[in-house]
């Protein structure tokens, strides 16, 4: 996992060829959440749409001179819940997303009480290229699990807020689609002229089913996760 802390990040230098011809300019997964997974999926819209694109889906298609299929870059279909709401943006960059959704065990209020609960604290996912060349990362910011941070190799960045959830029907074994607005983003790459971004096709990563109690408080569970990232921009 990569952050910035006030000074430049230096990151190993791999996948900058493909960072720029096959994302069209590339988490973990990985909610996360948005990020990050950003919330449970109980605040989620279901409906049964599904995109047309994913990582995973690229059988037939013409590929660009990195040995990428076109369809990497294209912009996927979603469910209306999560379109864009100004439309007129293109992709920047397309990553997988492989990593962690992690929770720690804490005190919650509940209903004028409290209780013990997994509470989510961020992810830890590599991006990847459609080569699956490293590409960036995926963690929360410093501002905590709800501004999920995606860093690009280059050292540019895009901080968010989750925008809109969903949940596909049969997909609640997994964290939510997101649509993400960005609200920070710095440095020269691609990724710096981000202006929104879509957690999709998500496998994995919800909160752990095993015990939170006093004897866990304060452990952290790893919960592994995939996902499609879309980066969009003018």
């Given at each position: 996992?990569?952050?910035?802390s006030?000074?430049?990040?230096?990151?190993?230098?791999?996948?900058?060829?493909?960072l720029?011809?096959?994302?069209?300019?590339?988490?973990?997964?990985?909610?996360?959440?948005?990020?990050?997974?950003?919330?449970t999926?109980?605040?989620?819209?279901?409906?049964?749409?599904?995109p047309?694109?994913?990582a995973?889906?690229?059988?037939?298609?013409s590929?660009?001179?990195a040995?990428?299929?076109?369809?990497?870059?294209e912009?996927p279909?979603?469910?209306?819940?999560?379109?864009?709401p100004?439309?007129?943006?293109?992709?920047?960059?397309?990553?997988?997303?492989?990593?962690?959704?992690?929770?720690?065990?804490?005190?919650?209020?509940?209903?004028?009480?409290?209780?013990?609960?997994w509470?989510f604290?961020?992810?830890?996912?590599?991006?990847?290229?459609c080569?699956?060349?490293?590409?960036?990362?995926?963690?929360?910011?410093?501002?905590?699990?709800s501004a999920?941070?995606?860093?690009?190799?280059?050292?540019?960045?895009?901080?968010?807020?989750?925008?809109?959830?969903?949940?596909?029907d049969g997909?609640?074994?997994?964290?939510?689609?997101?649509?993400?607005?960005?609200?920070?983003?710095?440095?020269?790459?691609?990724i710096?002229?981000?202006?929104?971004?879509h957690?999709l096709?998500?496998?994995?990563?919800?909160?752990?089913?095993?015990?939170?109690?006093?004897n866990?408080?304060?452990?952290?569970q790893?919960?592994?996760?995939?996902?499609?990232?879309?980066?969009?921009?003018?």
């Amino acid at each position: 996992m990569t952050k910035r802390s006030g000074a430049m990040i230096i990151v190993p230098l791999i996948g900058v060829c493909a960072l720029v011809r096959c994302s069209g300019g590339g988490d973990t997964t990985p909610d996360a959440s948005s990020d990050a997974s950003l919330d449970t999926s109980s605040d989620v819209a279901k409906a049964d749409a599904s995109p047309d694109s994913s990582a995973t889906d690229s059988g037939g298609d013409s590929s660009t001179d990195a040995g990428c299929p076109s369809s990497w870059t294209e912009a996927p279909t979603v469910p209306t819940a999560l379109d864009i709401p100004d439309g007129g943006t293109a992709v920047l960059i397309h990553a997988a997303g492989v990593g962690t959704q992690d929770y720690t065990c804490e005190v919650v209020s509940v209903d004028g009480g409290s209780t013990y609960q997994w509470v989510f604290v961020g992810p830890e996912a590599e991006l990847r290229d459609c080569n699956g060349n490293v590409v960036g990362h995926h963690f929360a910011s410093d501002a905590g699990a709800s501004a999920p941070e995606w860093m690009t190799i280059d050292n540019a960045y895009v901080i968010g807020a989750k925008y809109a959830a969903y949940t596909p029907d049969g997909g609640a074994a997994s964290v939510p689609w997101l649509l993400v607005q960005a609200t920070s983003t710095g440095g020269t790459g691609l990724i710096a002229s981000t202006q929104w971004v879509h957690r999709l096709n998500t496998d994995g990563g919800v909160a752990p089913a095993s015990v939170c109690d006093s004897n866990e408080a304060g452990t952290t569970q790893k919960v592994n996760y995939t996902a499609d990232y879309y980066f969009y921009g003018p």
